[in-house]
């Protein structure tokens, strides 16, 4: 296999699929496997290694089901967090760098107000994690096995993704928005709206900067599409974009509500936007507001 080899992990998934793709035409090899190669089985991860020169491991896979997850407690840590550690140790024992994907669920969603000021600022990269549910517990222990087993890797947290492959909001909200006249969305939580391509494209940067002899440093970063909004924010710009490009061919009342009104097993964070100054610094990215990226997914079809 080539120098630059990358072993893609839940090439299967919203992510993956997005960047297999991506890190292809940028010069990187792709190698993916997703259930076929079990993450939990140290033993058939390095089977699977065995003799292919992997330059990078990009781990995409993840149990994201977050209400299942409190009944499915262990299950979920099994991937989320053993699987981690097992990805982690494989990467470090073949010499390959490692990124792994992340969550804003690691943080509790009170946000950090800082003295004086009036409203939450943008969680960074080194603020103290605070996970509610098994789900966000679970990828915060995943971070600490990757950083623990492999240090050399990067750990890439993300929020509000949506992308071509797999169920996601936006899916969701077009097709209620053809079969109803009016849709309820909670407006008391607040993230930023991130397109799978989008993330996909900030990965692969990290491999490129190391390929052109100028890496970042290894750590914690967090990405997300530019811009905080609710969801019903989010909601109402898939309504008007829809319409706009023939998507919807009627109108919709998008409607505020409460997260009380669709009562769930673990609250979900009431804020999630994250502060992207460190990764734009690393990589010199430029990252596209969220509008302008949902009219690029939306415009193809």
């Known amino acids: 296999m080539g ?22 035409g940028r010069g990187f ?13 140290a033993a058939a991860l390095r089977g699977f290694a065995q003799g292919k020169g992997f330059a990078w491991i990009v781990n995409c896979a ?17 991937l989320n967090t053993d699987g981690a550690g097992n990805i982690a140790a494989a990467a470090h024992a073949m010499g390959a760098r490692l990124i792994h994907i ?26 103290a994690t605070a996970p509610i549910g098994v789900y966000g517990a679970t990828k915060r222990d995943g971070e600490r096995a990757v950083a623990a087993v ?12 949506y992308g071509r492959h797999g169920n996601n909001f936006v899916r969701t909200m077009l097709r209620l928005m053809k079969e109803r006249d009016a849709v309820s969305v909670v407006d008391d939580q607040r993230g930023s709206p991130t397109w799978a391509f989008d993330l996909a494209g900030a990965v692969a940067a990290f491999a490129a900067a190391a390929a052109a002899g100028r890496p970042a440093p290894y750590g914690i970063y ?15 710009e898939i309504h008007r974009q829809g319409r706009a490009l023939g998507l919807l061919d009627k109108d919709c009342d998008v409607r505020p509500c409460t997260s009380a009104e669709f009562p769930a097993k673990v609250t979900r964070p009431a804020y999630s936007v994250l502060d992207k100054g460190k990764v734009k610094a690393a990589l010199g990215l ?9 009219g690029r997914y939306l415009s193809q079809g």
């Not at 240090?151 to 993704?161: C, M, N, Q």
């Open 3 to 24: 120098k630059n080899t990358v072993w893609l992990i839940g090439d299967k998934g919203m992510l993956g699929a997005e960047l297999a793709p991506v890190l292809e």
């Open 29 to 41: 090899p792709v190698v993916g496997t997703d259930r076929e190669v079990d993450v939990t089985d």
């Open 62 to 78: 993840a149990y994201t089901a977050v209400d299942k997850a409190e009944d499915d407690a262990q299950a979920c840590r099994r």
């Open 102 to 127: 992340a969550t804003d669920y690691v943080f509790d969603g009170r946000g950090v107000v800082e003295p004086g000021a009036a409203a939450p600022r943008p969680y960074r990269e080194d603020d």
């Open 150 to 161: 492999a240090p050399d890797s990067y750990i890439v947290r993300t929020a509000w993704l």
């Open 222 to 236: 967090h990405y997300t599409d530019e811009g905080a909004v609710t969801w019903f924010d989010f909601a109402r």
């Open 286 to 294: 430029d990252i596209p507001d969220w509008r302008a990226s949902l």
